[in-house]
Every structure is written in C-alpha cells, then in structure tokens.
C-alpha cells in the first residue's frame, strides 16, 4: 500500500471522525445547558464542558481544513476523555459512599457512555496521527 494510498483512507477517516465530533461536541454542549439550568450547576462546572466543547468544534473544522491539522483534535479528545473520566469517577465514589442524589446515580450510567465514547475517538485520533513506518527500499 502506497503512502499516498494510506493518507488518503486516513484523510476519508479523519473526515469522519470530524463530522461525528461536530455532532457529539453540539450534543454535549446542549446537555451540559440543559444539566447546568435544570439543576444549578455552577460556572465552575460548567466551564470545563464549555472547554471542550470548544476544542472539539474548533479541532474538527481545523481537522476538515488541513490533514496537518489532526492533531488539535486528537487533544481534544483527549481533553474530552479526561473530562468524561473525571465526571464519571467522581459520582462512582458518590455511589459508593452512598452520597449521590438520584439524578447523579443516573449520570453514573450515561457519563460511562460518553467515557466509552471519548476513549474510542480518542484512540481513533491517537491513530490517525502515528508516523506511519516508511520502507526504505532496500532489499
């Protein structure tokens, strides 16, 4: 396989993976609203998900723009993926403590999806931005 052959099905995947970001970045930028108005979550809290938002809108159009570029969005899915860690780990131990309100308890599950989701984008990203090896022709 040549080397314009394997950047052109990473170019297609990338495409991909930056259209799909689009949509979960809205998705969760519109949940976190909805989270922060329903149930009083500060500024404080609300931040970091406005942050990534951010970085995934803003890594996946630099991302559709330029190949080069890949790498803004596989921080943001590493960004993301600590975030989705951090929020999902925090309400584990509540649970465990037996501290945690029922909408909380409820995060527990949808937040472990979204983990699930950012750790896969963000391997997917990890990927796509590896050299890949070189042959060096010599027999």
């Known amino acids: 396989m040549s080397t314009a052959n394997t950047v ?3 170019e297609k995947k990338l495409r991909r993976i930056a259209f799909c970001t689009i949509v979960l970045a809205v998705f969760h930028l519109s949940a976190e609203t909805f989270y ?3 149930y009083g979550q ?12 951010g970085l995934l809108l ?3 159009v630099a991302a559709l723009r330029n190949w080069e570029a890949r790498g803004v969005l596989c921080g943001a899915w590493g960004f993301t993926c600590c975030l989705h860690y951090r929020a999902w780990a925090w309400r584990v131990e509540a649970s465990l403590s037996e501290t945690i309100d029922p909408v909380d308890h409820f ?3 949808a937040l472990g999806t979204t983990l699930i989701i950012s750790i896969g984008f963000f391997i997917a990203m990890l990927r796509l931005c590896f050299p890949k090896k070189k042959t060096t022709g010599r027999g």
């Not at 500060?42 to 938002?53: F, H, N, Q, S």
């Open 8 to 10: 052109g099905n990473g």
């Open 107 to 109: 995060l527990v599950t």
């Open 36 to 38: 922060t108005v329903r």
């Open 42 to 53: 500060t500024a404080l809290g609300y931040l970091p998900d406005i942050v990534a938002a």
């Open 58 to 60: 803003v890594g996946s």
